[in-house]
């Protein structure tokens, strides 16, 4: 298994030949141009670790507003797609438990993302496929704000989903994979 900067390395990679280059996230490129995404690994595959080191990144994000958002990877467990799902339920749950709902929310990434009802080889899955499992956690003012300046935002993921079935499974896969 690759190290840290490795995985950081190549989760940077991913944001910017597949969320940035795809404009998956029309606001990446704003955060990536202004180094304020914040970059975790947490090598432990267990979900209680894993659950703490969520919470101390809210508290790092608590204590630092030049950070705009934290992409915590998790590329030693949570393989399966089930196993994440269960993850991010619970960090959700925990989210909630800790008094950050309104203040954070999470969006989620995995290898083997599958949207519900969808074959595992749509091509739509890989709008949410990173090199490593992750919880990426946004701030909600900051989502607010976004959106507020943005025509049909919620037309981002059906317009996201779209691009991935034009261009094809084989060149999203290759696209993710060369960022390896």
Known sequence: MPGKEQVIEQTKNWIREVVIGCNFCPFAAREVKQNSI?????ESGRVDICLQALLSECARLDGDET????????PNGFGRLGNFLDLVAKAEKLLHRNGYEGIYQLASFQPLY?????SPDDAANYTNRSPYPMLHILREAAIDKALAGFPNPEG??????????EKGAEYMKM???SCL
Do not use: C, K
């Open 38 to 42: 914040h970059y975790q690994v947490e």
């Open 67 to 74: 950070i705009a958002t934290t992409l915590l990877i998790l």
């Open 114 to 118: 599958q949207f519900a009802g969808a």
């Open 156 to 165: 981002i993921p059906e317009r996201n989903i779209r691009f991935a079935r």
């Open 175 to 177: 696209l993710r994979e």
